[in-house]
């Protein structure tokens, strides 16, 4: 059968930008399909950069705040939330750039815009034109899920689509959801005014987070004003003289506006991934190791498979489909080190095991811990709260960390490479860092698996001690 593409790409965010450049780079004939009128994706547009441009406005108005524990006694007048959206879209505008639609049909990227579908195992059509590649990839992302709360799509909520082209700035919020997104925000808000309630349903707030490190986090955001709600349930929804009446099972919220940020689903329901062979399972669609679906000539990446739903991995898997597409499927996905983070303040941020999960595996597991009270630089910003955590095994194998505190969402890369590279723990207490720096966490943190193996061998202990003695006496 004659094709027209060598790879048709199904998504313009993260994960299907990074292979259509790939791809197009390596002279492959590409089209790029997006269903929104520009590219960039969910990151872009409705996540990552937004976020991150509205938590640095937030952070600048509580620095300001705190302006007399240093012997400034600045005023902080009034906050104007217009105008810190107004950054949020100067960052957005500027960055979108970098994702144009010319900088890609520069790069030889046949980018078509509109909502298509699968008409067969071998054809996609868009605006009523069949495409028929040799491969293609599917990077259609994901949206907000929608939990079943009754009464709540007649009272109306915001979502991270909806958040960013706010009009007015609500006075009080109820955030459900105490994932990423719902602490990022509701720290967020709470810092430019805002009442904020926030709703999750677990026993602790960021839950695939190390317990202590996310109850540093819930510390920090209810000395901010952040009402938390642990182990509750949003169960209905009414509007009453105009404010919005959450019933949960730990009570009423009254607020004036609700933001639902209680997980993602992924975007498949418009593609007709039946007629394609496409088989979707409970995260998104089905994919194999090398990232391949039911279907041998269609890949999927991103959000829409589930797993790791961050940018980067996006990017990566991007990559990995794309090699496979278009030359030979021999590379497969590798997740064996995944860092993340969550920006609030102070930052979250893990790559690896938990402690649970380290103990599970082993039975020689090490723990290493260093606060941030004991790093100078820290004590020297005052931001000597939270703590580095590293697991290891006894011969130093790195199983996983935890960083909580000032800039977490940088340090890590120290420990993302070393584990990246089979490097043991040793590795950062050999290297010279530069004083005084936040960095000196990971040091000093993995400094401590000589010190709790030597304090459990009472026999080292002791020859070292016959030695000293006798060195001594040589003096």
């Not at 009570?251 to 039946?274: C, F, Q, Y």
């Not at 005084?436 to 698996?449: C, D, G, I, M, R």
Request: with cysteine; aromatic share 6%.
């Amino acid at each position: 059968m004659a094709v027209d593409y060598d790879l048709v790409i199904i998504g313009g965010g993260s994960a299907g930008l990074v292979a259509a450049s790939a791809g197009a780079q390596l002279k492959a004939k590409v089209a790029l399909v997006e269903r929104e009128d520009r590219l960039g994706g969910d990151c872009l547009h409705y996540g990552c950069v937004p976020s991150k441009s509205l938590i640095h406005a937030s952070r600048v108005a509580h620095e300001v705040s705190r302006g007399p524990e240093f012997g400034v006694h600045a005023q902080l007048e009034k906050i104007d939330f217009q105008a810190a959206l107004g950054h949020v879209h100067r960052v957005v505008d500027t960055i979108q750039v970098h994702d144009s639609t010319e900088r890609f049909e520069s790069l030889g990227v046949e980018v078509i815009y509109g909502k298509g579908e699968f008409t067969d195992s071998r054809t996609f059509t868009v605006n009523g034109r069949a495409l028929k590649a040799r491969s293609y990839i599917i990077a259609t992302g994901s949206r907000p899920a929608n939990p079943k709360i009754e009464g709540l799509e007649e009272a109306g909520y915001i979502t991270n689509l909806t958040v960013f082209s706010l009009q007015h700035q609500p006075k009080s919020l109820a955030v459900i959801g105490a994932g990423p997104i719902g602490c990022e925000l509701g720290q967020a808000f709470a810092r430019l005014g805002t009442e904020v309630t926030l709703i999750g349903s677990q026993d602790h707030i960021l839950p695939k987070e190390d317990p202590e490190a996310a109850a540093v986090v819930q510390a920090q955001m209810e000395k901010d004003g952040v009402r938390i709600l642990n182990g509750t349930r949003a169960q209905r929804v009414e509007v009453i003289d105009g404010k919005k009446h959450v019933h949960t099972t730990n009570g009423t919220v009254v607020v004036d506006d609700i933001l639902l940020a209680a997980g993602r689903a992924p975007n498949v329901d418009s593609l007709n991934l039946e007629a394609a062979g496409v088989a979707v399972g409970k995260e998104g669609i089905t994919v194999n190791s090398k990232l391949q679906t039911t279907n041998s000539r269609i890949y999927a990446a991103g959000d829409v498979i589930g797993g790791y739903q961050f940018t980067h991995v996006a990017g990566y898997e991007g990559a990995v489909a794309m090699q496979n597409a278009l030359l030979f499927p021999t590379k497969t996905a590798n997740y064996r080190v995944i860092p993340w983070a969550t920006f609030t303040d102070p930052e979250l941020a893990r790559v690896g095991l938990t402690e649970a999960q380290a103990r599970q595996r082993h039975n020689d597991v090490y723990v290493l811990k260093q606060g941030f009270d004991g790093v100078d630089r820290a004590l020297a910003e005052a931001a000597g709260q939270g703590f580095g955590k590293i697991i290891t095994r006894s011969n130093g194998e790195i199983l996983g960390a935890h960083l909580v505190g000032p800039h977490a969402g940088e340090l890590i890369h120290e420990i993302v490479l070393a584990m990246s590279n089979n490097l043991k723990v040793g590795a950062l207490t050999s290297m010279i860092h530069i004083y005084p720096t936040l960095a000196e966490v990971n040091s000093k943190a993995a400094l401590q698996l000589t010190k709790q193996k030597y304090a459990k061998n009472k026999r080292l202990q002791g020859l070292l001690s016959k030695v000293f003695g006798v060195l001594r006496s040589w003096s």
